[in-house]
């Protein structure tokens, strides 16, 4: 069986009670970021998609399509999914 969806990943964080949603972070490509690497809680997350995740904070709402998505992880550092192996961004 393959690399499990994000999707799947971000809906069983959301719904099954696992993990607390106010200590994940998903961390995601940005080209507005200097390290060209961002990362938002998933309580910023307003809405999950199909194939995208859309994020609040500053008075508006940003689409951040899966694909950019490179890391889920707690705050203490574990790794819940990584794009590429385990290491630390």
Excluded: C
């Excluded at 999950?48 to 940003?62: D, F, K, T, V």
């Excluded at 951040?64 to 630390?88: C, D, F, L, M």
């Amino acid at each position: 069986m393959g690399k499990p969806r994000i999707r799947d990943i971000l809906n069983e964080i959301k719904w099954s009670g696992k993990y607390r949603i106010n200590e994940v972070e998903i961390h995601f490509i940005s080209r507005n970021h200097r390290n060209n690497i961002e990362k938002v809680l998933f309580t910023d997350i307003s809405e999950l998609r199909q194939g995208s995740i859309i994020i609040r904070g500053n008075h508006e709402e940003r689409y951040i399509p899966h694909h950019r998505i490179v890391r889920i992880a707690k705050i203490s550092g574990e790794v819940i999914w990584s794009k590429q192996p385990t290491k630390h961004i």
